[in-house]
């Protein structure tokens, strides 16, 4: 009720240079104000209509009636009653704070944020407008900007530990990372021993690759707050990205990795009549395993399946994307695949894809890496053989984006951290005796125009991966490559798994599955990692391949040289 218009002297003011009564405007505003006050909205917006069929030109009767018409859900006639207050009175500040509240809650942001804006143009001090500005252009990815104000709400409101907690997380996500922490530890002097600010102090260690530093935040954390589900979510991360230097951090780290489904998120764990799989007896039984993630830990954790027929289930049913029906399909060792959105037949057990490695008892030199476990279609193997014989070159596919589209900040600036420019192919490009072909589909094609005209880069047609389904051209071609060199997406996943030499590009930081220190992974014994030696470093990367090529291709060095089982 802050907002309430009651100054009756500035009223009357205004009403005394017209001939109607001042007393009459008075008493109907006290009124209405007093019927707005005591919830009686519908009363009130009546006695504002009253004033304003009779008066036209007071802007405070039109804020006060948006405020009545807000509250009755009218929302239409509260924009058009708080642009009335704001032609009758252009600095109105709160006016434009009020409709670009509704604007918001209502889906309209862009508008919303243009009023948000003009409030904060004419009164730089306004709070209020502050952090509403900041979340839509945060929400924009706009995070240089939104740090900007969020540190301007702070200094505004220097006691108030919110703005300092958004600022610090912006700054987090725009991947300003020490800054962040510095913020996070003036929040950690100001309210000491709070778990949400020790998790981001851990959090944001283990993103600066500080993983020492990282790990005594999470204990502490967890100490504190014993159920805090992000900190043993995110310290199962910090142990298993670690397990190349600790084994024991690695097999410790799926526990934690377990608390996915106590995070306050969308991922939630399917409910079904019959038992979650915790490790029981399978023979003789049929498990139902379930992908829950990406398409890439789909193909990576697919050869589960293959463990379970192992241990004597009598059937195994996986469901996966509906993309990756088509290639999952040609798995011999899957008894049955549906889609994600179908029912399942008949099962004994179920069980989410990536809790699997939890319940074998996975260690690094255990992890099961037959390969390939993944399978093209053997026609089109053969088709793409054909097509592709007249090339006598070393042949290599690329793909350099991950997939923008996701639904959160967090994971867009992840995929955004491991993709690069095709740009920086070139060097790969123009090697002599080589011909690169492009795997990159969906996102990301829009970047091929920024090459130069000359550019030896082989791109297949829009009708690539449609008549067969998604990836299966792409499975069959890669089949007929000398070599896959790719970011960490998708692509190097189903590569690796169909056995296909795999080059795979990794940022700083890693993905948690390819640890810190190795070239070489458990996961797939033909593949060789490469890692940026610091963040947004490709061109460091691309050297050392380009270098490791030549040698190759000239010297006659292997493309990997790795022996199972793994080791660091």
């Known amino acids: ?283 003789g039984k049929t498990l139902f395993i379930w992908a829950e993630q990406g398409l890439g830990d789909t193909f990576e954790f697919v050869r589960y399946a293959k463990v379970a027929k192992d241990m004597g289930a009598r059937r195994v049913i996986v469901a996966v994307q509906k993309p990756l029906l088509n290639i999952i399909k040609l798995c011999p060792y899957i008894d049955q695949v549906i889609w994600t959105q179908e029912q399942p037949p008949y099962f004994d057990y179920h069980t989410p894809m990536l809790s699997m490695p939890f319940y074998t008892n996975a260690r690094l030199d255990t992890v099961p890496d037959e390969i390939p476990y993944l399978h093209a279609k053997t026609e089109l193997v053969a088709e793409w053989k054909n097509i592709l014989s007249e090339d006598t070159n070393f042949k290599i596919g690329i793909c350099w984006q991950g997939n923008p589209n996701y639904s959160t900040q967090f994971l867009r600036a992840a995929v955004a951290a491991k993709s690069m420019s095709v740009t920086k192919f070139l060097p790969i490009m123009n090697i002599p005796g080589v011909s690169v072909y492009s795997l990159q589909k969906m996102t990301g094609t829009d970047q091929i125009s920024d090459l130069p005209e000359d550019a030896p880069l082989i791109i297949f047609g829009d009708d690539f991966d449609q008549s067969q389904g998604r990836f299966m051209d792409t499975a069959a071609v890669m089949k007929n490559l000398d070599l896959m060199i790719s970011v960490d997406t998708s692509i190097c996943h189903i590569a690796a798994g169909l056995g296909v030499p795999t080059w795979n590009l990794l940022p700083s930081p890693p993905d948690w599955r390819w640890m810190l220190h190795c070239d070489n992974t458990p996961w797939y014994g033909n593949m060789r990692l490469f890692r940026q030696p610091k963040p947004g470093d490709w061109d460091t990367v691309i050297e050392q391949v380009v270098e490791e090529l030549k040698g190759h291709l000239y010297e006659g060095k292997p493309l990997i040289t790795f022996k199972r089982p793994f080791t660091t």
């Not at 009651?6 to 006290?30: G, M, P, Q, V, W």
């Not at 725009?174 to 950690?188: H, I, M, S, V």
Request: net charge positive.
């Open 1 to 283: 009720m802050n907002y309430i218009i009651k100054n009756l002297l500035t009223l009357c003011i205004l009403l005394s240079a017209h001939n109607s009564s001042a007393k009459d405007y008075r008493t109907l505003f006290e009124k209405a104000n007093k019927a707005l006050t005591n919830g009686k909205t519908q009363k009130a917006i009546r006695l504002y209509y009253r004033i304003i069929s009779m008066r036209q030109d007071l802007p405070q009767v039109y804020f006060n009636l948006g405020l009545s018409l807000e509250r009755e859900k009218r929302y239409d006639e509260a924009i058009t009653a708080f642009k009335q207050a704001i032609n009758l009175k252009p600095d109105y500040t709160k006016a434009y704070h009020q409709l670009a509240n509704i604007l918001k809650n209502t889906g309209r942001k862009d508008e919303a944020q243009q009023m948000y804006r003009r409030a904060h143009e004419i009164d730089q001090n306004y709070f209020e407008v502050i952090p509403e500005l900041a979340y839509l252009t945060r929400d924009e990815s706009n995070f240089k900007e939104a740090a900007i104000l969020f540190k301007k709400a702070h200094l505004l409101r220097p006691t108030n530990i919110q703005m300092l907690l958004e600022l610090a997380n912006t700054l987090n996500t725009g991947n300003q990372t020490e800054e962040a922490l510095e913020w996070y530890f003036k929040l950690d002097e100001l309210i000491p021993n709070n778990p949400a600010v020790l998790y981001n102090i851990a959090y944001t260690f283990k993103k600066l690759n500080r993983l020492k530093e990282a790990l005594p935040y999470y204990d502490r954390t967890l100490t504190l707050n014993p159920n805090h589900a992000e900190a043993h979510f995110s310290h199962g991360l910090a142990l298993l990205v670690t397990g190349d230097s600790d084994p024991e951090n690695w097999r410790n780290g799926w526990g934690e990795y377990e608390w996915r489904w106590q995070r306050n998120d969308k991922q939630k764990l399917r409910q079904y009549t019959q038992p979650l799989w915790e490790g029981q007896d399978l023979h």
